[in-house]
């Protein structure tokens, strides 16, 4: 799902009173989209929760994202999380 698309959907969840959270790999075209709260993650496309195969890791980038949300009080912030791919491309 495209960045733009996600960040209209968390808009329409906060407005209803949920709380939400966008992991995004491209933070320009995130902040283009009015997302309430975004963080951003250094992944290749397509792999906004870590790498295949990886279960650890894609539940620890979860919780990160639970736990940024009271961290970010009111719309629009983004934090960075610290996580870096570490997948080598082979060719």
Not at 6 to 32: K, W, Y
Not at 53 to 67: M, V
Not at 78 to 91: F, K, S, T
Request: aromatic share 4%; proline share 11%.
């Amino acid at each position: 799902m495209c960045h733009q698309s996600v960040g209209l959907i968390a808009n329409g969840l906060e407005a209803a009173g949920m709380s939400t959270i966008v992991i995004a790999l491209r933070p320009d075209v995130m902040q283009g989209t009015g997302a309430p709260r975004a963080m951003y993650i250094r992944f290749p496309m397509g792999n906004p929760v870590g790498e295949p195969g990886k279960p650890a890791q894609q539940r620890r980038i979860l919780l990160s994202a639970l736990e940024v949300i009271p961290q970010l009080p009111r719309p629009g912030l983004m934090v960075e999380l610290p996580y870096r791919w570490r997948r080598m491309q082979v060719a």
